[in-house]
């Protein structure tokens, strides 16, 4: 079956340290992006990505990096200059322009 | 700009139907989204509507769409338990170079009763 792929499921992390959250996705998508969820509020957009090697910044990178040199991979790393890493976060992918985003179950990840 | 508003609760007895509304400010917005997210669980997509089409219906969804009032709602037909869930809307903004991104509302958590 295809689908979006995030791993661990929960992540915990002491303050300070960096993290690297992991998305997957086997649909052949181009584009695949980051999200942040917190509660009561809607999706924000960390990054985005529409061809390897290729990134943008979202509406709320600052503390988050990413890289894109595989087409089936997206992973994002915290940092420690995040001030509010705890969060629920969704990585997303497309085939591009008008096409719908496919969503993977979330990685809930707290830090201490 | 990029806004995208909704109700944050909704609570319907089951069988009823629900209706779920949403605004957005962006005329240019090409497609309009309807996610669902289960507790813990990603957001899955229900239904989409393009800019151009009053209505669309699927199964037990009905989708609204007034452009002139940048209105967008959801009925839910014969609402069941499992239905509770949370509901996002979203528009899809293009930007120059084929890029596009989703602007989503804080979604509304609907709650169904016996």
């Known amino acids: 079956d295809g689908g979006i792929t995030q791993s661990p499921k929960y992540l915990f992390r002491k303050e300070g340290q960096n993290v690297t959250l992991s998305c997957e996705q086997n649909l052949n998508h181009d584009a695949m992006y980051w999200y942040r969820q917190d509660p009561g509020q809607g999706l924000r957009l960390i990054y985005y990505?529409?061809?390897?090697?290729?990134?943008q910044k979202g509406d709320i990178a600052e503390g988050y990096s990413v890289s894109r040199e595989k087409k089936e991979s997206f992973p994002l790393t915290v940092t420690s200059a995040q001030k509010n890493p705890t969060a629920f976060y969704l990585c997303?992918?497309?085939?591009?322009?008008?096409?719908?985003?496919?969503f993977g179950n979330g990685t809930r990840l707290t830090v201490t | 700009g990029e806004d995208v508003e909704q109700s944050l609760f909704l609570s319907v007895r089951e069988g009823d139907s629900s209706v779920i509304n949403c605004t957005y400010t962006d005329s240019s917005s090409t497609y309009l989204y309807w996610y669902k997210q289960e507790p813990g669980a990603g957001l899955q997509l229900l239904t989409y509507?393009?800019?151009?089409?009053d209505m669309k219906q699927d199964q037990r969804l009905t989708v609204l769409l007034n452009k002139k009032d940048k209105h967008l709602s959801l009925r839910i037909a014969d609402t069941q338990t499992g239905d509770s869930a949370i509901y996002f809307c979203?528009?899809?903004?293009?930007?120059?170079?084929?890029?596009?991104?989703?602007?989503f509302g804080a979604g509304t958590r609907l709650a169904v009763h016996p």
């Open positions: 979203a528009e899809n903004l293009m930007f120059s170079g084929g890029y596009n991104k989703l602007i």
């Open positions: 509507i393009f800019s151009n089409m």
């Open positions: 990505s529409q061809i390897v090697n290729d990134f």
């Open positions: 997303a992918s497309s085939r591009g322009e008008d096409s719908p985003l496919h």
